[in-house]
């Protein structure tokens, strides 16, 4: 196998049924994740049990379709894929789950394992490699791409107190539509909420962080990679 693998704790591994691997698979580029999905059902060990494009929806359309293995871009809308892969394993232990990403720094690579993620893999990586990380996280074994640090794993739970892991899930989700330029009425509609509610969230999170205006709010997302740098930011 190209990428490290750290077996797991004994009688985790998925395999021993001979059943196929249930995969999940989040990406909103459509025409990424239909590729994707193509490609996996073609390989007798795996069946796709379902698909997302919103990181609003994933976690419960995850909790309904039950996989064994969770194929997660990192850059997602609504809830960024740290943040779903946040939310995925702390409802669902059994669930592996992958991380796809353009990003190779070990700050995203120790962020992702610190949020539960059993398998970091860079986007442009080959069909035979993806399916070997899809096989390691279904055997629930850690994979790390090839290329990617293994210092890494030395950042787990090194790094100083952070702020933002004091926000709540539904903070995280408010924090990430404002950076990605949506009006507190079109949160409230998102996320089925008043826009009163929304106006909490908004001032929690703020006081959490110690940001107090919406320019520095929207800088400090883009510089955490929770949203990607070429979405254009939109006022209120």
Avoid at 1 to 22: F, S, V, W, Y
Avoid at 130 to 135: E, F, G, N, P, Q
Avoid at 159 to 173: C, G, N, Q, V
């Amino acid at each position: 196998m190209a990428g490290t693998g750290l077996t797991g704790l004994p009688g985790e591994d998925r395999t021993m049924n001979q059943r196929p691997i249930k995969v999940f698979l989040a990406d909103d580029h459509n025409v990424v994740r239909q590729a994707l999905a193509e490609m996996v059902a073609r390989e007798p060990d795996f069946e796709v049990v379902g698909q997302c494009a919103d990181g609003l929806t994933v976690v419960d359309a995850v909790l309904a379709a039950a996989p064994d293995v969770l194929v997660l871009d990192i850059s997602m809308p609504g809830l960024n894929g740290l943040d779903v892969c946040r939310e995925v394993t702390r409802k669902m232990d059994h669930v592996g789950v992958l991380i796809l990403s353009m990003h190779d720094d070990e700050e995203f690579v120790a962020r992702a394992l610190e949020n539960g993620a059993s398998g970091y893999l860079m986007k442009e990586a080959d069909n035979e490699q993806l399916l070997d990380a899809i096989h390691a996280v279904g055997r629930a074994e850690l994979y790390l791409a090839p290329g990617i640090s293994r210092t890494a794993l030395q950042r787990i739970g090194r790094r100083d107190a952070d702020p933002y892991e004091r926000l709540t899930t539904r903070e995280r989700e408010v924090l990430q539509l404002i950076a990605e330029g949506k009006t507190n009425r079109h949160i409230a509609k998102a996320l089925g909420l008043a826009v009163k509610t929304i106006d909490t969230h908004r001032t929690r999170l703020m006081n959490k962080l110690d940001i107090h205006n919406q320019t520095n709010l929207v800088k400090y997302a883009l510089r955490r990679g929770i949203v990607p740098l070429e979405l254009p930011p939109q006022s209120d």
